[in-house]
């Protein structure tokens, strides 16, 4: 079993535009800081244990998102926050008191080799960089992440994570917000699109 000494945690809860998400942040690091890992539902929940355990336990867990030192739940519109909130708290809270690893061995590495890629366009660095600089803290603070996923024909294809996936403001903030940056930045792109949205 991978487990190192019982620590002390904290777990608060913070809001987000998306009323079906909530942020769980913690008092300590989950992932390297900028690294996310989304499971959008229980099948790809096999890379953590605290996941898998969350859409085992909770039957309203929709999605799970991880990322710095938050948790990031969705749940079904069956149930309110205030009814299910201190239940979803507390076992994360245990979960880690008790020493237990949030991810299966060599999830990171492998995470780690799909993102070095040496032979990368320049205009898909460029994006990249203006994603990381001007969009994502903004996205991170309300508990979700956006990732570039490509670049074609002047259409930018990114992917929403988190409490931005579903949410009834990712759109505009998609349109209004990062298609305009995008486009002022860098002139070759002509549109901003989302995966799965």
């Not at 749940?75 to 299966?104: C, M, P, R």
């Not at 930018?156 to 486009?183: D, F, R």
């Amino acid at each position: 079993m991978n487990t190192t000494q019982a620590k002390y945690v904290t777990v608060y809860t913070e809001a987000n535009p998306n009323p079906n998400s909530l942020k769980f942040v913690l008092n300590t690091m989950l992932v390297p800081e900028g690294v996310t890992f989304d499971f959008p539902d229980k099948q790809t929940a096999h890379k953590s244990t605290l996941v898998t355990e969350l859409f085992d336990n909770f039957d309203f867990v929709q999605r799970v998102f991880v990322m710095n030192n938050f948790i990031t739940v969705t749940k079904n519109e069956n149930v309110t926050w205030q009814d299910i909130a201190s239940n979803v708290k507390e076992h994360i809270k245990k979960y880690f008191e008790e020493g237990k690893v949030l991810l299966v061995p060599n999830v990171l590495k492998e995470y780690a080799e799909e993102l070095n890629n040496e032979n990368e366009p320049e205009i898909n660095k460029r994006i990249k960089q203006i994603l990381d600089e001007y969009i994502k803290p903004a996205v991170e603070g309300d508990g979700g992440a956006i990732s570039f996923l490509s670049f074609e024909n002047g259409i930018v294809t990114v992917q929403l994570q988190g409490a931005c996936s579903g949410c009834p403001s990712s759109s505009m903030t998609l349109k209004a917000g990062i298609e305009n940056l995008l486009k002022r930045m860098i002139p070759e792109v002509q549109t901003v699109v989302a995966e799965n949205m």
